[in-house]
């Protein structure tokens, strides 16, 4: 559901979005943490037809390592997928933009945070640039702005809402030894 209904939904209000007309998906920090997969793969999963799309070699379970990787690659076929969009929303005056929040403070989160995985989040807001989780109001700001007429120049973008932990992930004290 994660990478095709996000791919079905896309070009389906594509199809009939107005001039004027914007939309902003959720993706999230972890497509942004995987390999890069190339070119030619990034295309594939851009811009292959949708009733193709599960068909292609990177998607198939023999290629898919656990389930992170299997959340990892949906979240990077999003973003690939809202750059193409964009292209096409384009054409019709429309924009579509996508959010990649890291953790977020949900009760759902927070069931995380009290749970087997708990110490793993503490360690990781501990070492990211920001020090804390993200609020859902911290993510709706950055809708509010996508949708707005101060937004009017994004289009096709994914922003980075993670308080750097993306960033640690690569960079800092979270880099994996």
Known sequence: MDLYGTAVLLEEVGKVIKKGGCGVTISSQSGHRMEQLGAEIDEQL??????????????????????????????????????????????????????????????????????????????MFANCPSGRPGTADEVASIAKLLMSDEGAFFSGSDILIDGGATASYFYGKLRPE
């Open 46 to 123: 851009a811009m292959t037809p949708t009733e193709e799309l599960l068909d292609l070699e990177i998607l198939q379970p023999e290629n898919i390592k656990d389930t992170l990787h299997a959340y990892q690659l949906a979240k990077r076929c999003n973003v690939k997928r809202v750059m193409y969009e964009a292209c096409r929303w384009g054409e019709k005056g429309a924009r579509i933009n996508s959010i990649s929040p890291g953790i977020i403070v949900t009760p759902l989160a927070l069931d995380e945070f009290n749970g087997p995985r708990g110490d793993f989040y503490k360690n």
